[in-house]
């Protein structure tokens, strides 16, 4: 498929274990981001890549909340000693440039126990 | 902070209605973008609007920006079951950072 794939699709896990989520974007696209979505909050922006750098990271909550991008590819979403409340779907989302139409995941689905 | 205020939340409407969803800014986004969603899947991009007064019309869905570029609406003509759906207006930011409105869940009878 064309579009940007999302592992695992869904993830249940013990409060306090590490987790990490992958994200392959379109071939090609530059840009790349992941947001959360749970019911209480909405959608919301966690970081923002171009190529393998990160020049927004304002949106992750916490230091427990780590992500990398290599090859100006692949990039993945480590959540270290999980809590409930990061019970949440995570997408990710490509575009061409950073200003372009981005392109969304599946997401992952992600419960702490 | 940026925020947009989305109304209703949820709307149950039978087949052949009209509805109107609505977006709030509190301040100027570069563009605003409509976005449906459903089930297991992430948003799909419906249109974007990026000039003041704006409309644009895509087959029974029409979209508003305002004149001022704070707010925005989503009007659906005759709805149908296959509209049924997570409806989400976000505004773009730098570097094409989105801030999501809270979401309207509609749900289309038939």
């Known amino acids: 498929g064309a579009g940007v794939s999302q592992s695992p699709s869904n993830k249940v896990t013990e409060k306090g274990k590490d987790v990490e989520l992958r994200c392959d974007p379109i071939s090609g696209h530059t840009a790349l981001y992941w947001y959360r979505q749970s019911l209480g909050q909405g959608l919301e922006f966690l970081i923002y890549?171009?190529?393998?750098?990160?020049?927004?990271k304002s949106g992750l909550p916490s230091d427990r909340f780590s992500a990398e991008r290599t090859g100006g590819s692949v990039s993945t979403l480590t959540i270290q000693r999980t809590q409930q409340e990061d019970s949440a779907v995570y997408l990710c989302a490509s575009s061409s440039s950073g200003m372009e139409t981005q392109y969304f995941g599946p997401g992952t689905r992600l419960l702490v126990l | 902070t940026q925020l947009l205020e989305q109304s209703p939340q949820f709307l149950s409407i039978q087949e052949g209605e009209n509805l109107t969803v609505y977006c709030n800014s509190s301040?100027?986004?570069?563009?605003l973008q409509w976005y449906r969603q459903e089930p297991g899947e992430g948003p799909v991009l419906l249109v974007t609007?990026?000039?003041?007064?704006e409309v644009k019309k895509l087959k029974r869905l029409t979209f508003q920006f305002g004149d001022a570029r704070k707010d925005s609406s989503l009007h659906i003509t005759a709805a149908q079951p296959g509209d049924t759906g997570l409806y989400l207006c976000a505004g773009a930011g730098s570097y094409g950072k989105l801030t999501f409105g809270q979401g309207t869940i509609l749900t289309v009878h038939p």
């Open positions: 609007v990026v000039t003041g007064g």
């Open positions: 301040s100027v986004f570069s563009s």
């Open positions: 890549f171009q190529g393998n750098s990160a020049p927004d």
